[in-house]
C-alpha cells in the first residue's frame, strides 16, 4: 500500500526537503505541498491523503487548527503527524485534542522521518519517546478546562487495565504479554474502550487515561514551560 501524504510548512527549504526525501520511498507519495495551514486544509480536502505532516506553526491557520478540520472533515481516514521544536512542546496537548496522532522534530533524521510517517499513516500513536509523554501528562495536569464527561465506571476492570498499558507506551503485543492474554483479546478490549468512551486513537486514549487519573506523571519537578 502506498501512502498518500501532504507537506505543509510555512518555510520552504524545509517543507520541500521533508516532500523530496519522503518521495524517494516507493511506499510513499506526496501528493501536495502547503505554505500555511488554510491550503493544507484545501489541499487535504482536494487530494484526500492517508497523511497530513503539519508544522504546528503556521500563518493564516496553525498546525493545531488545521489538523482539527483535516481530521474531522475526513472522519480520521486523514491522520496528522505534527512539525514541532522543543520550544513549541506546550502545543502537544492541544495537537493531540485537535487529533494529532504523532510528533516529529524538525531535525529528525531520515529513518525517524520514515518511521513516524509510516507508524502514524498505519493508525497508531507516536507517543513512545519519554519527553513526549512526559509533556502530555504534564500539560493534562495543569490544564483548567473541564474534564470529560466520561467516567472510568464505564469500563469493565479489564477495559481499565487496557487502558493503563495503552498510555504507558505499550504495542499490542506487549499488552498481551503482560496480561497474558491473546492479541486479538487485546484488540477486543481497546475496541470496545474506544468505542465506549468516543476515542478515535490511541493518541485520544492516552489523553483520557491521564485525565481519569488512572495514569500520573512520575515525579514532582517544576514545569519549566508556560502555556502562550
Known amino acids: 500500500m502506498v501512502i498518500r501524504a501532504i507537506v505543509a510548512d510555512d518555510q520552504p ?20 505541498e502547503a505554505e500555511d495551514g488554510v491550503q493544507a486544509v484545501r489541499i487535504a480536502a482536494e487530494r484526500r491523503p492517508d497523511l497530513a505532516l503539519l508544522d504546528i506553526r503556521m ?28 520550544g513549541l512542546d506546550e502545543y502537544v496537548y492541544d495537537a493531540l485534542s485537535a487529533g494529532a496522532s504523532g510528533f516529529l522534530l524538525k531535525d529528525a533524521t531520515f529513518p525517524e522521518l520514515l518511521h ?9 500513536a507516536l507517543l513512545a519517546p519519554e519527553l513526549t509523554k512526559r509533556l502530555v501528562a504534564a500539560f493534562v495536569k ?14 469493565t476492570g479489564r477495559e481499565v487495565e487496557v487502558l493503563v498499558q495503552i498510555a504507558q507506551g505499550l504495542s499490542n503485543a506487549e499488552i498481551a504479554s503482560r496480561l ?46 508556560s502555556r502562550v
Open 59 to 86: 500563518p493564516h491557520k496553525n498546525g493545531i487548527e488545521a489538523a482539527r478540520e483535516i481530521t474531522g472533515a475526513s472522519n480520521g481516514a486523514t491522520k496528522a503527524l505534527m512539525l514541532t521544536t522543543f
Open 180 to 225: 497474558t492474554i491473546t492479541d486479538h483479546t487485546v484488540k477486543t478490549h481497546i475496541n470496545r474502550v474506544f468505542a465506549k468512551m468516543g476515542l478515535r486513537d490511541r493518541a485520544q486514549a492516552v489523553i483520557l487515561a491521564y485525565e481519569l487519573g488512572l495514569v500520573v506523571p512520575q515525579g514532582k519537578r517544576p514545569d519549566p514551560l
Open 142 to 155: 495543569q490544564r483548567s478546562v473541564p474534564l470529560p464527561v466520561r467516567t472510568v465506571e464505564e469500563l
Open 116 to 124: 513516524a510517517v509510516r507508524v502514524v499513516a498505519e493508525g497508531n
Open 13 to 32: 527549504v524545509v517543507r520541500t526537503a521533508f516532500a523530496s526525501l519522503l518521495g524517494t520511498q516507493d511506499d510513499i507519495e506526496v501528493v501536495g
